[in-house]
């Protein structure tokens, strides 16, 4: 049976990571420099951070890639630039970090209107 859908390349990675609210800013402060080391990656698309309203601590990573998930498992995620990061954050959290791949839809299912930022 034929896909309802055309998928297009690449893939979307959604991170959960949940810390103590009183952490928040020690972890944005650590997160900043591999944030800016991997919006400069060529197959990084898009990413943008989302914190939680109703539940403080909790924030939503969501990344695009131009490769595939066995790709990103094998090339990006082994960077050296990610070891100070989760050294510093991982005793921040508070529940294991959730990471889950999913598949991106063509052009037709994306809608990115003038002024959204």
């Not at 490769?67 to 294991?96: G, H, R, S």
Request: charged residues 20%; aromatic residues 18%; glycine residues 2%.
């Amino acid at each position: 049976m034929s896909s309802p859908h055309v998928r297009t390349s690449g893939f979307s990675l959604h991170v959960t990571i949940t810390i103590d609210p009183a952490n928040i800013s020690a972890f944005l402060a650590a997160f900043r420099p591999v944030y800016d080391a991997v919006v400069a990656e060529p197959d990084c698309t898009y990413f943008e951070v989302f914190h939680s309203l109703e539940e403080p601590g909790v924030f939503r990573f969501v990344e695009n890639w131009s490769k595939d998930p066995q790709w990103f498992k094998e090339n990006q995620l082994t960077k050296a630039y990610y070891i100070p990061y989760v050294e510093a954050t991982e005793p921040m959290w508070i529940k294991p970090r959730s990471l889950k791949f999913f598949e991106r839809f063509s052009e037709e299912w994306v809608t990115l209107k003038p002024g959204n930022y």
